[in-house]
């Protein structure tokens, strides 16, 4: 069963900058299939990015993925206001399905 | 538009049964793969459970496994989840979500419904 762990828990930034988002697994994700997530408040998650890299439909190019095996990176590069939420990863399509714990983008 | 719209959430006692429904449309349901996501309020996000397209592949969690059932209904667009013996640990928000890429779940969740809430409490 594949552990993905998230890094930093708390990243407190400004709008404009350029925030950076880890996902590490506990073993290497085949295929590269890892997806990302935006979480707003009150809201339901939406799919961001999927197959490490590939912007899902209507995803702003500000969003950006990268990395393979067993290390991921989300980059946005100008945070919106829009933007500050919480971002989880996930594996597929390997049952269990495990979710990353979350790193929550916050105002500075 | 993709719409997912999750009913039969509330209040249950522990060991008690719960069935959740989730209604689909504006996409072709019967040729894509089904997933239940639940998250414990202000916490993260546990994938629960996959069906294929065509019902013939079930995946649980480990957490839920012999307890819950994932089923559909292809004639109505409805996915749905079975729980029986639920535990407190089983309060949470339960989304139903369509896979991206097709019918035998290769793909991440592509859209996912607004969630209910299910509550075990006596």
């Known amino acids: 069963e594949i552990v993905l762990t998230q890094s930093p828990g708390t990243l407190s930034l400004s709008p404009g900058e350029r925030a950076t988002l880890s996902c590490r697994a506990s073993?290497?994700?085949?295929?590269?299939?890892l997806a990302w997530y935006q979480q707003r408040p009150g809201q339901a998650p939406r799919l961001l990015i999927y197959?490490?890299?590939s912007r899902a439909t209507g995803i702003p190019d500000r969003f950006s993925g990268s990395g393979s095996g067993t290390d991921f990176t989300l980059t946005i590069s100008r945070l919106e206001p829009e933007d500050f939420a919480v971002y989880y990863c996930?594996?597929?399509?390997?049952?269990?399905?495990?979710f990353g714990q979350g790193t929550k983008v916050e105002i500075k | 538009q993709v719409q997912l719209v999750e009913s039969g959430g509330g209040v249950v006692q522990p060991g008690g049964s719960l069935r959740l429904s989730c209604a689909a449309s504006?996409?072709?349901?019967?040729?894509?793969?089904m997933h239940w996501v639940r998250q414990v309020p202000g916490k993260g996000l546990e994938w629960v459970t996959f069906?294929?397209?065509?019902?013939?592949?079930?995946y649980y969690a480990d957490s839920v496994k012999g307890r819950f059932t994932i089923s559909r209904d292809n004639s109505k667009d409805t996915l749905y989840l079975q729980m029986d013996s639920l535990r407190a640990e089983d309060t949470a928000v339960y989304y139903c979500?369509?896979?991206?890429?097709?019918?035998?779940?290769?793909?991440?969740?592509?859209?996912w419904g607004q969630g209910t809430l299910v509550t075990v409490s006596s």
């Open positions: 504006g996409f072709t349901f019967r040729n894509y793969g």
């Open positions: 979500t369509k896979d991206l890429h097709g019918g035998t779940g290769t793909g991440p969740s592509s859209y």
């Open positions: 073993q290497s994700v085949s295929g590269n299939y």
């Open positions: 069906i294929q397209y065509d019902g013939s592949n079930k």
């Open positions: 197959g490490a890299s």
């Open positions: 996930q594996q597929y399509p390997t049952s269990p399905r495990a």
